[in-house]
């Protein structure tokens, strides 16, 4: 029982620094953040009230703060002017969503509006819906 745990430990070590070694070279420039864990990422720093606990990390950390939850990497924003920041002078960089193996089944391979990707297509796509869902007398068929 005890060789189970000890190959069990040696595996996930193993794979740990594995990861680190591949990562080595490629070191990005990421906001500041609290210490995360090696495969939970930064979870056991969110407890009942998740909203309070991102005020009080953004206290010490910053507006702008980089967490890991489990394998996904988040840019957590916390003052109106860096939301400014990021959802106007840099929109075109955070206007596509994370590729998903689900997305590709339920989207089409990314060809609709909730998953596709920005660009001239899904500009036409959303004009498209907008002016066939929220024309004036489509509209008022939604009224009771």
Not at 8 to 24: E, G, K, T
Not at 60 to 68: D, F, L, S, T, V
Not at 94 to 118: K, T
Request: aromatic fraction near 14%; charge should be positive; proline fraction near 8%.
């Amino acid at each position: 029982m005890a060789w189970i745990w000890t190959t069990a430990v040696s595996v996930i070590v193993f794979f740990y620094l594995l990861q680190q070694f591949v990562n080595l070279g490629k070191k990005k420039k990421l906001p500041p953040g609290p210490t995360g864990l090696p495969i939970v990422g930064h979870f056991h720093l969110l407890g009942k009230n998740p909203h309070q606990d991102l005020h009080r990390l953004a206290r010490k950390h910053g507006p702008i703060m980089y967490m890991r939850f489990g394998t996904v990497p988040t840019i957590i924003v916390s003052s109106p002017a860096a939301a400014e920041l990021f959802l106007k002078k840099h929109d075109l960089v955070f206007a596509n969503r994370p590729h998903h193996e689900a997305s590709s089944y339920l989207g089409y391979e990314q060809r609709n509006l909730i998953f596709g990707r920005y660009g001239p297509y899904w500009r036409n796509m959303r004009k498209v819906v907008t002016w066939s869902c929220l024309a004036i007398s489509r509209s008022a068929s939604f009224s009771p």
